[in-house]
């Protein structure tokens, strides 16, 4: 059953039930990019939300087509599913709006497909993700040359690292990889204190650590 549009009130009824998952996903002409990552990849079960994002005034019958087979696999398989279809506008600003507000009012968990679609969309859809990333459970990528499913680590843009870590990201980023002892001796500081700074940056997404031995390294990550 095809829900109203997205508009901050349907999709928002779900938003404390707890294991509901809201799959969003550009489509166009082609099923396979929402079918294969969404429903078939990850499954989907009784109380999910599956929101299709396609360009406003897009009438086209391969495009409804494409909706309808995204819709008939779904009954298949869990009718109580809701399909949603969201009009995104075609304005360039007005349509990255659109697609946070529709990120924004997703139940449970956000599960979002980067993989198909009009560029007049997934372009807009993208810079909205990568915008609200830290609501975001899982980025999925449907891949047009082999037609696999991968799951993204995205970086996120939007980060943003306290004045007194500063020091410590910058070292690491001119090292490309540090250990915290080369950070500590090179700052002159205490490791308990580069220690602090390399758990907030993590924590941020400015830089990845592990440990060799009793040796913790340090990488700054696309964030950085």
């Not at 020091?167 to 308990?192: C, F, I, M, W």
Request: aromatic share 4%.
């Amino acid at each position: 059953m095809i829900s109203p549009r997205c508009n901050g009130t349907v999709l928002a009824t779900g938003c404390h039930i707890s294991g509901v998952r809201t799959y969003i996903a550009p489509i166009g002409y082609n099923s396979t990019s929402v079918t294969r990552p969404v429903i078939l990849s990850r499954g989907v079960e009784q109380g999910d939300q599956v929101v299709l994002l396609r360009p406003a005034g897009s009438e086209d019958a391969r495009a409804t087509e494409a909706i309808d087979d995204v819709e008939g696999l779904l009954q298949e398989i869990e009718p109580e599913v809701a399909l949603t279809v969201e009009e995104i506008p075609r304005a360039f600003e007005h349509s990255v709006l659109a697609c946070r507000d529709c990120i924004d009012a997703a139940a449970g968990k956000r599960v979002v497909s980067l993989g198909g679609g009009a560029r007049d969309v997934l372009l807009p859809f993208t810079v909205a993700v990568l915008a609200r990333l830290e609501t975001i459970d899982t980025v999925l990528f449907f891949s047009d040359l082999d037609g696999s499913v991968q799951e993204w680590t995205l970086p996120r843009l939007t980060a943003t690292v306290s004045s007194s870590t500063q020091d410590t990201l910058a070292a690491v980023v001119a090292a490309d990889e540090t250990t915290l002892p080369e950070l500590a001796e090179q700052l002159d500081a205490s490791k308990s204190t580069i220690t602090r700074h390399i758990e907030e940056l993590v924590s941020n997404g400015a830089v990845d650590s592990w440990r060799e031995g009793k040796v913790k390294h340090v990488q700054p990550t696309l964030t950085a």
